[in-house]
């Protein structure tokens, strides 16, 4: 993300040099170099233009990959839950139980 951040920072300023060089040459009256560097500055901004649409796919990944490792996390966490679960159920014997309250009760 940072290097497109970079590249992006790095164009804009050749933009921006390319505008005082157009500004130069018109005042000049150098019709031609003003048409090669207003394609050059079109092209510029494409190419930033691009790298934004990258770099919004890259946020997008990494977004969808954040969430599946939640969701990783959460399907750990419920497995871990269900062998808990079933670890008490083997040690809590329920018809054991019920026959020793129905005991009780009756005294």
Known sequence: MRVIDRQ???IQREEE???RSIKDAAKK???????????EMIQSKRAVSKLYAS???????????KNQLAVLRVAGSLQKST???KAMQNLVKVPEIQ???RELSKR
Request: glycine share 2%.
């Open 8 to 10: 992006i920072r790095d």
């Open 17 to 19: 040099k390319v505008k």
């Open 83 to 85: 062998e808990v679960m």
């Open 99 to 101: 026959a020793t309250m």
């Open 55 to 65: 770099k919004a796919q890259m946020n997008s990944v990494l977004l969808s990959m």
């Open 29 to 39: 009256g150098q019709k031609d170099v003003c048409v090669i560097l207003a394609k």
